[in-house]
């Protein structure tokens, strides 16, 4: 089974709305943090926002927040007043474990494209 | 600060050569990893250090692959007798440590290419 599942390939959104990228995980780790990493067209990865599984409230960063849904196992991004230059590739990504190394599995990734 | 960074940016090599991939991580991060990413998929995880010694490389997919950390700084990749399914974007990443929510920071990748 997929330990990540990004469903949507593909997303248009509007300049200056807000987009809502999905994911979904599966472990029985009670134990867990959950990313979300960009990837313009430059390829680099770009840190965006982490969220810990016992962590009390959505993690937000600037025009990122990340709506954790525990019982549903999803960690969806919502990216507010999109810009142009959010236009990229997004992976959410998730380490089981949050006490010494656990690897990190990644999504396969939605490209989101922002039209003026 | 200065993030990771890889060399070279470009490798185009003939099946069958040997190459190399270099990544220096981030200043005092303990923790260096590599991974490949394919066209339209995720990373995919190869091979984690801390320090100087590799401490999974259950992601390596054959022998072919190995790497070498050796003053627990800069990191190396090699690839022997290269393919054509090797040809990938090659990833480095490191972390000041490795467990609970530590981030991990990537360079710009290594673009293989295998004719």
């Known amino acids: 089974a997929q330990k990540i599942t990004q469903t949507q390939p593909g997303m248009f959104v509007q300049e200056k709305e807000a987009v809502t990228l999905d994911c979904t995980y599966d472990t029985s780790d009670p134990s867990y943090g959950l990313f979300w990493y960009k990837q313009p067209s430059s390829g680099e990865m770009i840190f965006l926002i982490y969220?810990?599984?016992?962590?009390?409230q959505n993690a937000t960063e600037g025009r990122y927040s990340l709506n954790f849904q525990k019982a549903r196992k999803s960690a969806n991004l919502v990216i507010s007043a999109s810009q142009l230059g959010d236009s990229a590739m997004y992976f959410c990504a998730m380490r089981e474990g949050l006490g010494g190394y656990q690897k990190v599995t990644f999504g396969t990734g939605t490209k989101l494209q922002v039209i003026p | 600060g200065a993030g990771v960074s890889q060399t070279p940016s470009n490798k185009v090599t003939e099946k069958g050569k040997y190459v190399e991939l270099r990544c220096d991580p981030i200043?005092?991060?303990?923790?260096l990893y590599w991974y490949r990413q394919s066209l339209g998929q995720g990373p995919e995880f190869l091979i984690y250090?801390?320090?100087?010694?590799?401490?999974?490389d259950s992601g390596l997919p054959n022998d072919r692959f190995f790497a070498v950390r050796p003053e627990g700084s800069v990191s190396t990749l090699k690839i022997q007798r290269t393919e054509r399914g090797d040809s990938a974007v090659y990833l480095c990443?490191?972390?000041?440590?490795?467990?609970?929510?530590?981030?991990?920071?990537f360079g710009p990748g290594t673009r293989l290419t295998v004719l």
């Open positions: 200043s005092g991060h303990t923790a």
């Open positions: 990443a490191s972390s000041l440590t490795a467990g609970g929510g530590d981030t991990q920071y």
């Open positions: 969220q810990g599984s016992y962590d009390q």
């Open positions: 250090f801390q320090g100087t010694g590799a401490a999974d």
